[in-house]
Nanobody, 114 residues
Framework: VQLVESGGGLVQPGGSLRLSCEASGLTFSNYAMRWYRQAPGKERELLAAITSIGGSANYVDSAKGRFTISRDNAKNTAYLQMNSLRPEDTAVYFC????????WGQGTQVTVSS
């Protein structure tokens, strides 16, 4: 199983990024998908989750209204659209596939700075 995140980078405050998570080696449509982040010196934080067929999504308070999780099962890919980014959003962002087991990607760095 492999999960590969992409789309991170340096963005100015107020900007947007779309992260992608491409999965292989598993039946993607059988897994719920989650996005987490980990800032330096902090614990990994769950941001958003989406069901296996994309019918329902949930967010933690820090992501509500700014972040949108989605998925395209035909492309084995999950996404996290992030808008109105703030310096405190700076972190490594991870995707995770959750089913009978939980799998993790290696993460992608997001830096929000002017």
């Amino acid at each position: 199983v492999q999960l590969v995140e992409s789309g991170g980078g340096l963005v100015q405050p107020g900007g947007s990024l779309r992260l992608s998570c491409e999965a292989s080696g598993l039946t993607f449509s059988n897994y719920a998908m989650r996005w987490y982040r980990q800032a330096p010196g902090k614990e990994r934080e769950l941001l958003a989750a989406i069901t296996s067929i994309g019918g329902s999504a949930n967010y933690v308070d820090s992501a509500k209204g700014r972040f949108t999780i989605s998925r395209d099962n035909a492309k084995n890919t999950a996404y996290l659209q992030m808008n109105s980014l703030r310096p405190e959003d700076t972190a490594v962002y991870f995707c995770s596939a959750v089913g009978g087991a939980q799998y993790w990607g290696q993460g992608t760095q997001v830096t929000v700075s002017s």
